[in-house]
């Protein structure tokens, strides 16, 4: 077997438990050899001690992983604004059965409800609510 072109044989001593471990892990890491293995994992050592390029060493599974948790964290909140969304339309449901507000007062409602939560960040208190009512006019 020859050598492939520009690389250079190198003896290397390793204990039999780390060499039986590179033989079971090579294959799991699409590598063609022990040998391509080894390259690797030093590549990445190198990576982790200089950490000039943290991408060399950082795992491709970690990356993956780190997506994985994104999306999922993602997805959870959909489903809770959806909740919350279909919470809200029933309050509003309710409340317009219940009130005898004409189209023109609700749409001054809204954009006064706009208003006062871009001006408090949306850190509305229902005590809030109450007091701001109580100075609001149909």
Not at 29 to 47: H, L, P, T
Not at 94 to 111: C, G, H, M
Request: hydrophobic letters at 40%.
């Amino acid at each position: 077997m020859s050598a492939p072109k520009g690389k250079e044989k190198l003896a290397v001593w390793m204990y039999p438990e780390i060499k039986a471990k590179v033989k079971e892990m090579y294959r799991q890491d699409d590598c063609r050899s022990m040998s391509e293995f080894v390259e690797k994992s030093i590549r990445f050592y190198v990576g982790y001690l200089t950490a000039e390029n943290k991408t060399n060493y950082l795992p491709n599974m970690f990356l993956s992983c780190l997506r994985s948790i994104i999306r999922e964290s993602d997805n959870r909140h959909s489903v809770m604004l959806f909740k919350l969304a279909v919470e809200v339309a029933m309050v509003e449901n309710i409340l317009a059965n219940l009130s005898k507000y004409d189209p023109a007062s609700v749409e001054r409602l809204r954009y006064q409800c706009q208003e006062e939560v871009k001006e408090i960040h949306g850190m509305l208190h229902f005590e809030d609510a109450i007091d701001w009512q109580e100075g609001w006019e149909n």
